[in-house]
């Protein structure tokens, strides 16, 4: 018993969660120990149950589906055995225990509804066979009563929408199982009952009375069930607009908002002119829905260069005009030519004094040639005082490992370009 | 400056044509303002400018319409189409419908200026962004087009355009490619002809995949 419970605990962790808040209505008439050991132990009636809560509790001690248990009585239940158990266990378990049931009653309808038609097909097989202990007297209208015990369920599940919907899904495809192979055996039934009662050649026509019966069923309630069907996907659609608005309203609050607001509070002309344009840029690409954040797997020669140019722009606040043509498979060279344009954007927002910096980026054939221009003071480029870590490091050195060629080309008054060579046929990465 | 080409600003929003009439100063004259496709068609006919500013995303459409719209009238005023997006098709877009050139919202008052009398020339403009455009449009691993002469860019014309597109103005091209001005005026609208008459590549369809790239 002991051990049961144990290895009850791990199925019963939900239900102890809610445990947590004292169940008010099981305390009376209950004076047991507080201990939940204690209370694990005890047979309860669940509330919430189909009839009274017995198979619910049963299945809940005893660590099974309730299906099963249900199962298990009716079955019993056709010999007479299962109705002298189920009574016996009723007055057994007196307390009843009000935490919420794991498979509550709703959405286990499908179940349910499975469990009135498998009773009712069983219950008219083993009459045919004349295996049942239930005298005809008896017989139908218990048979009436399981049926009708299906229907019921059925109609209930349809009032609750969403479940209905539910039942239809791929996670409780077995509720729907479950319902067809209910259907079948009834179907089965009847016809063993009626081959019985009847000739084969009135057969035809029963069946053709069944096909009308269901057929004028399927009229009655076709609709119906389209009509809520539709306002389940109908909502579901409204659900699904609503979460794309507040999507966009988040977005707008996060980004532009913030934006707006830091612009208002800056005194500096340079520093509000870089928010507006990071905010544009990051805008912009939300709008035209290039990732804004890229994983590395999929970086391409645009996005590679953007977030190099993105980054200059941010810290050096110069706007750079970037232009990407073509397309190449990026690897580490690729990156590698993308930190040294990086270095030459930054040579040029930091010493040029330019406006604005042109980068225009051209991939074809594996081959990529990085054009980094400005029309700002310019320098000699043979003064290049040899000690300039940023050009013979991070340009010309990186350029040179990889297999590629830095030019860099200025006059004194009129801008600077930096061009860089990245070749196809180029030496394996460094 | 003394010739003012005359101009009409096409944008929904006041803001903006306002902040672009005041930038432009009186580099130009203003001759119309309108906010949507009718009203821009019929101020247009009425005031005949030289240049049309044209917004890319106009309530009810976009400026492509106005153009077609326009030209439809047997109007033949030219168009240079501003706009805050650079989105590929966009851009083609409004350049296929028959925009003289394409620049962003960024631009300069002085180089907006530059630009709508290059086109009140008869020239094209090109921002960087556009020749980029074009240079990836007319890529050269495509396969054999049907219509070669228009459906290619020659030697020259490529060279123009990448050079546009690492930012050099028409006259820094010509001191580079030591031609004149006025041939780098002729590549370029030969470019744009190009652009606007070629059925290379689906255009437009082309511009709306480079989109997702």
């Known amino acids: 018993m002991t051990l049961c419970c144990f290895g009850c605990r791990a199925c019963d962790h939900k239900e102890d969660m809610s445990n947590a808040l004292p169940p008010v209505s099981s305390l009376s008439g209950f004076s047991g120990s507080a201990d939940p050991q204690e209370s694990q132990i005890r047979l309860r009636r669940a509330q919430g149950g189909l009839l009274t809560g017995v198979s619910a509790g049963l299945a809940r001690r005893f660590c099974v589906d309730t299906s099963l248990v249900r199962l298990a009585f009716v079955v019993l239940g056709l010999t007479g055995v299962g109705l002298l158990a189920y009574v016996a266990a009723f007055v057994r378990m007196r307390e009843v225990d009000t935490r919420e049931l794991a498979d509550n009653w709703p959405t286990e309808t499908p179940k349910v509804v499975g469990l009135g038609l498998f009773t009712t097909g069983l219950m008219l097989l083993l009459h045919r066979l004349g295996l049942s202990v239930l005298s005809d007297s008896f017989f139908w209208p218990v048979l009436v009563v399981a049926a009708g015990f299906g229907v019921v369920s059925w109609q209930l599940s349809l009032e609750r929408q969403q479940r209905l919907a539910s039942a239809f899904q791929p996670d409780s495809r077995y509720g729907a199982l479950r319902i067809a192979a209910g259907v079948v055996v009834v179907a089965v039934g009847i016809f063993a009952a009626l081959a019985g009662e009847v000739s084969f050649s009135a057969l035809g026509s029963s069946a053709f009375a069944l096909v009308l019966i269901l057929g004028g069923l399927a009229v009655v309630f076709g609709p119906w069930a389209s009509i809520l069907l539709n306002d389940v996907s109908n909502e579901r659609r409204q659900r699904v607009r609503a979460d794309e608005r507040a999507d966009l309203a988040a977005h707008l609050h996060d980004s532009v908002l913030q934006t707006l607001a830091l612009i208002q509070r800056t005194d500096d002309p340079s520093e509000a002119a870089s928010l507006a344009r990071r905010q544009e840029r990051e805008l912009r690409s939300w709008l035209y829905s290039r990732p804004e954040s890229f994983v590395h797997s999929d970086v391409d020669l645009q996005s590679l260069f953007e977030s190099a140019a993105a980054d200059v722009e941010d810290r050096h606040s110069v706007p750079i005009e970037l232009v990407v043509v073509g397309e190449v498979e990026v690897d580490d060279s690729v990156i590698t030519l993308a930190k040294a344009a990086r270095e030459a954007m930054v040579n040029a927002s930091k010493f040029s004094g330019a406006p604005q910096i042109s980068v225009f980026v051209e991939g074809e054939a594996g081959q990529v040639e990085v054009w980094v221009r400005d029309r700002g003071v310019g320098f000699d480029t043979d003064a290049i005082d040899p000690d300039r870590r940023g050009i013979r490091d991070s340009v010309r050195g990186r350029l040179a490992r990889i297999g590629g060629e830095a030019t860099i080309t200025s006059t004194p008054g009129d801008g600077a370009e930096v061009y860089l060579l990245l070749p196809a046929q180029r030496k394996a990465s460094p | ?213």
Not at chain 2, 35 to 42: H, L, P, Q
Not at chain 2, 100 to 121: F, M, N
């Open chain 2, 1 to 213: 400056m003394s010739w003012q080409p005359r101009v009409v600003i096409v944008d929904d929003h006041e803001l903006v044509r306002s902040g672009v009439k005041s930038s432009l100063g009186d580099a130009v004259h203003v001759v119309g303002e309108a906010g949507d496709i009718g009203e821009a068609v019929a101020v247009i006919l009425d005031t005949n400018p030289d240049v049309v500013l044209l917004d890319v995303h106009l309530p009810s459409g976009t400026g492509g319409e106005v153009i077609t719209q326009v030209h439809a009238e047997g109007s033949d005023v030219k168009f240079l189409a501003l706009s805050v997006s650079d989105a590929a098709d966009d851009v083609i877009g409004v350049v296929r419908a028959g925009a003289r050139g394409y620049v962003t919202k960024t631009i300069s008052g002085d180089d907006l200026a530059d630009a709508i009398r290059r086109v009140a020339e008869g020239d094209a403009v090109f921002s960087p962004r556009l020749a980029g455009f074009v240079l990836d449009a007319f890529a050269t691993n495509e396969p054999a087009p049907v219509d070669v002469e228009l459906d290619q860019l020659t030697n020259r014309e490529r060279e123009v355009m990448r050079l546009l597109a690492r930012g050099y103005a028409y006259k820094e091209v010509a001191a580079k490619l030591e031609i004149s001005v006025k041939t780098v005026e002729t590549h370029a609208s030969s470019v744009l002809r190009k652009l606007q008459l070629s059925n290379r590549h689906q255009l437009t369809t082309w511009a709306t995949k480079r989109k997702l790239v």
